[in-house]
Every structure is written in C-alpha cells, then in structure tokens.
C-alpha cells in the first residue's frame, strides 16, 4: 500500500488512474460515488480532500477536474504516474445547412475521440476538436499531410494566427489575414470555426 493511504483511498485513487486512461478524462465526482457505492458527494469528496492533502492529485470546482499529480501506488518504484489527458473529437467534416459551431458538435461528424495530453489540449477548451490535414498538407506552412491539428473554437482571429475555416462543407487551415468581421465571416468567402492551438504527428 502507497504509504499514507487507506485501503480506501488507495482503491479510489487506482481507479481514477485507470478511468482516466482508459477514457483520456478524469472520472466525476458522482460517477466515483456510484463505482464505490458511496451515497453522497461529500462522501466522496471526504477521500479525494484527503488523496489532495497527502499529494495525490489535484481538482477544480468544475466537472472533470481531477488530475493525479502522485504516482500510481501500484508500482513498487512510484514511478508510475498517471498521464493527464482529454478526449476530443476528431471532426472528419461538416455538413453544409446549420451554423458553423453547431455543425462541430455533431455526432455524426465525428470520426472517433482521441486522447491528448493535456499540455498540448488546455488551450483548446473542453469544447475544442481535431482535424487531420489532407493530402496537400497546408500551403507555406510546416504542416504534413496526415497530422493531427488540436483546434479551440471560436469565430474570430487576430492577423496572422492560424485559423481553421469552413465553406460549403470543406474544412481549410490558413492564415487570419485581418479581414474577418466579427462573427467570424470573411466576406463571400469563408467563416472562421476555430483557432490551431496545437499539432500532433507521428512518425
């Protein structure tokens, strides 16, 4: 047993380890009442203050927000430490016909979840998305074809950040060139439905 930790609090702290690595988000509070048959949020939230007490982990007042900052008490080593991520969707299009930020959240766009780090998806929101560049990569920019690109949604942009845009179905990666109103539109062309905050490739 991890030293310091009750056989409760051991429990409770290994099944948020596995929860978050299996599903790439912490557990809620509620959902560790159900798993343990705790009866009460204060119940539960009795063993996480005392798990943020000995250096365990840490929370939030908002859904989600745990994050395992100590190691996994089973390993011998505590070495081991859980890998804090998100799961967000990867949109493989958007259909032509509704508002552009509706259009993200539609589950039949969505090719599956993936987890990030939580370094790299923070900037993104927990409303954020993933796209996959296309075979032409992105024009003058150092983007591949096939990597992945963590997006925060929002309409506008400021010169020369690097936009996602959307018009008559199709996706596009470019550069905000100062022209957008402010909703996000370009004028006949295109309208912004989020910001590049980060990129992924494998090799």
């Given at each position: 047993?991890?030293?310091?930790?009750?056989?409760?609090?051991?429990?409770?702290?290994?099944?948020?380890?596995?929860?978050?690595?299996?599903?790439?988000?912490?557990?809620?509070?509620?959902?560790?009442?159900?798993?343990?048959?705790?009866?009460?949020?204060?119940?539960?939230?009795?063993?996480?203050?005392?798990?943020?007490?000995?250096?365990?982990?840490?929370?939030?007042?908002r859904s989600r927000s745990i994050k395992v900052v100590g190691p996994d008490p089973r390993d011998p080593d505590g070495a081991r430490?859980?890998?804090?991520?998100?799961?967000?969707?990867?949109?493989?299009?958007?259909?032509?016909?509704?508002?552009?930020?509706d259009k993200i959240a539609s589950e039949g766009q969505v090719e599956r979840y993936i987890s990030i780090p939580e370094e790299i998806?923070?900037?993104?929101?927990?409303?954020?998305?993933?796209?996959?560049?296309?075979?032409?990569?992105?024009?003058?920019?150092?983007?591949?074809?096939?990597?992945?690109?963590?997006?925060?949604?929002?309409?506008?942009?400021?010169?020369?950040?690097?936009?996602?845009?959307?018009?008559?179905?199709?996706?596009?990666?470019?550069?905000?060139?100062?022209?957008?109103?402010?909703?996000?539109?370009?004028?006949?062309?295109?309208?912004?439905?989020?910001?590049?905050?980060?990129?992924?490739?494998?090799?």
């Amino acid at each position: 047993m991890a030293k310091g930790l009750t056989e409760k609090q051991r429990k409770i702290l290994e099944y948020i380890i596995d929860f978050q690595r299996e599903n790439g988000y912490p557990p809620t509070i509620r959902e560790l009442g159900d798993a343990f048959e705790i009866g009460s949020l204060r119940g539960v939230t009795v063993h996480l203050d005392a798990l943020h007490h000995k250096g365990f982990l840490t929370r939030e007042r908002r859904s989600r927000s745990i994050k395992v900052v100590g190691p996994d008490p089973r390993d011998p080593d505590g070495a081991r430490k859980s890998e804090p991520a998100t799961r967000l969707p990867l949109i493989r299009a958007l259909s032509a016909g509704t508002d552009g930020m509706d259009k993200i959240a539609s589950e039949g766009q969505v090719e599956r979840y993936i987890s990030i780090p939580e370094e790299i998806s923070a900037p993104a929101t927990e409303n954020g998305f993933v796209i996959r560049v296309g075979a032409t990569g992105v024009p003058k920019e150092p983007i591949l074809p096939g990597d992945l690109l963590v997006v925060r949604p929002q309409r506008s942009a400021l010169s020369g950040e690097l936009v996602v845009t959307y018009s008559h179905g199709d996706l596009a990666v470019r550069r905000a060139d100062g022209q957008e109103t402010p909703d996000g539109a370009v004028p006949g062309e295109s309208e912004i439905v989020g910001r590049v905050v980060g990129l992924i490739r494998r090799y």
